[in-house]
């Protein structure tokens, strides 16, 4: 049976028991998505699935507007947030073409380079990551801070290539020339592009669009969402997200924080995705697309750090500094500017992941988490050796 004559929505390859993690499955994508070509054959369960939703207490919100959270951060640790989703996917497709190692690339503290890392090895493949960094460190050892421990405990080949180069050669003509380098050495490489997001990688939020479907549908009370908010570093999630809503029940309209490159620089990459899909749609119908990249991309000031800082304390969440921070900082000042535009709004916030990412920036964040002091004990409070039993 093919995979378009399946009208039921209960044939989901979520929701895996303890046995089913690591295992490659037929794919059945949602009815509202059957049209759109080509459609994955399998997937693999490599995410925690589905991730919760809870309301998020931000302060200072418009009048009557809510934002819940969908914490894709909790898809997993070393494989966490929404580069599983997309992983999902392409790791299917590297086996099933016979691969026995994968290429990607990102910069030095990639999230996804890492999350690929993992995945790989998971499925005893071998992997290969071209990370980008400053001239001055590119003769290097990188370090084992953040991202760069875990791909280094998994055994990840690293290769470091300079930003300036990087911006003269380009992220594929580097992966290809890799690729060449491998199969001349006999190995059957699967290039996979930067944040996972090509066509096929769209299909994880596409996926994610009827999580959050069958999520409202079994929750108590009348709950919709009118607008979805989520970061952009790739492309990927937000083609995923856009065009999942605008096909399903959801109608949630999308705004993207682009943290960077620009706003129409993503809708033409997002069309590309979308045109990949013959979705027949128009990306700047679907999704709004902001500049939240303030310094640079992977660059934060100190107001962007120190609201990380303030939101974690108030609500609990800890946000990355690349993605989600911004995006949540874009969209709170948004929120403040235009508050007549998020009025009496259900929103949900996709919280993308990227924790590791904070490890990198630890200098800049130590002015703002204090909070510290040695025990005052008064002299009349008993003290006796061997009390306190230390283990």
Not at 91 to 110: E, K
Not at 205 to 224: F, M, N, W
Request: glycine share 10%; proline share 4%.
């Amino acid at each position: 049976m093919d995979a378009n004559s399946k009208t039921n929505e209960d044939v989901v390859p979520r929701q895996p028991s303890g046995f089913e993690f690591f295992t490659r499955k037929h794919y059945f994508p949602p009815t509202w998505a059957s049209h759109l070509n080509p459609i994955p054959s399998h997937v693999f369960s490599l995410g925690h699935l589905p991730t919760p939703i809870h309301k998020w207490n931000l302060p200072n919100l418009p009048n009557n507007t809510e934002v819940w959270l969908k914490r894709d951060d909790l898809s997993g640790m070393q494989l966490s947030g929404n580069k599983v989703r997309k992983l999902e996917f392409l790791m299917a497709d590297a086996v099933a073409q016979g691969s026995d190692c994968v290429i990607t690339i990102g910069g030095i503290q990639s999230n996804h380079c890492r999350a690929t890392a993992v995945a790989a090895k998971y499925l005893n493949l071998d992997c290969y990551v071209i990370l980008r960094t400053s001239k001055a460190l590119v003769d290097q050892d990188p370090g084992l801070t953040g991202n760069l421990l875990v791909e280094r405990l998994v055994g990840a080949h690293i290769d470091l290539i300079s930003k300036e180069e990087y911006a003269k050669i380009g992220s594929e003509n580097l992966t290809n020339t890799l690729r060449e380098k491998l199969l001349n050495e006999g190995r059957r490489p699967y290039v996979i592009p930067v944040g996972g997001s090509n066509s096929l990688g769209t299909w994880g939020y596409i996926e994610a669009i009827r999580e959050v479907e069958q999520q409202l549908q079994t929750s108590t009370g009348d709950k919709k969402f009118d607008d979805i908010v989520v970061a952009c570093g790739s492309g990927g999630t937000i083609a995923g997200l856009s065009l999942g809503s605008w096909l399903s029940t959801l109608k949630a309209k999308v705004h993207a924080f682009s943290v960077c490159d620009d706003p129409d620089y993503f809708h033409n990459f997002v069309q590309g995705l979308l045109d990949g899909l013959e979705a027949g749609v128009d990306s700047r119908d679907i999704v709004n697309i902001q500049n939240a990249k303030g310094l640079g991309y992977a660059i934060n000031t100190s107001e962007e750090i120190k609201f990380v800082s303030e939101i974690a304390t108030a609500t609990g969440v800890v946000l990355d500094p690349v993605y989600s921070g911004k995006a949540t900082y874009g969209m709170m000042k948004d929120m403040a500017e235009n508050p007549k535009k998020w009025e009496g709004r259900r929103v949900l916030f996709i919280h993308t992941g990227g924790l590791l990412g904070l490890f990198d920036k630890v200098e800049q964040m130590a002015s703002f988490v204090g909070n510290w002091r040695r025990m005052d004990v008064h002299d009349d409070v008993p003290r006796k050796d061997g009390t306190g039993k230390m283990f």
